[in-house]
């Protein structure tokens, strides 16, 4: 079995900094993509970044120059640096990772439980 725990999220001010992390454990062979999406209050899941196993990120415009993902493969964790965080970054963030558990089978996509962030005007 593959878990994704999530951790960092909480309640910060306007313009404060918050720090996400995310462990993958279990059967894991390979991991490919890592990212972090969020959802709002009766909104739809949106891409916030995602980087690969090789290093490459992908932010959405929202985010640009405030939030940074990095990834520690040794530790199969993935990370988000949250600065100038802003009311309408208020959501639910999960954590992504597309991963291989064994050799002998093929990439499957795993999702965090989810930990809020709240961003007070």
């Known amino acids: 079995q593959v878990q994704l725990v999530e951790s960092g999220g909480g309640l910060v001010q306007t313009g404060g900094s918050l720090r996400l992390s995310c462990a993958a454990s279990g059967s894991i062979f390979s991991i490919n993509d890592m990212g972090w999406f969020r959802q709002a209050p009766g909104k739809q899941r949106e891409l916030v970044a995602i980087?690969?196993?090789?290093?490459?990120?992908n932010d959405a415009d929202s985010v640009k120059g405030r939030f940074t993902i990095s990834r520690d493969n040794a530790k199969n964790t993935v990370y988000l640096q949250m600065n100038s965080l802003k009311p309408e970054d208020t959501a639910v963030y999960y954590c992504y990772a597309n991963i291989r558990p064994t050799r002998l089978v093929r990439e499957y996509d795993y999702w965090g439980q989810g930990t809020q962030v709240t961003v007070s005007s």
């Open positions: 980087v690969t196993s090789g290093g490459t990120t």
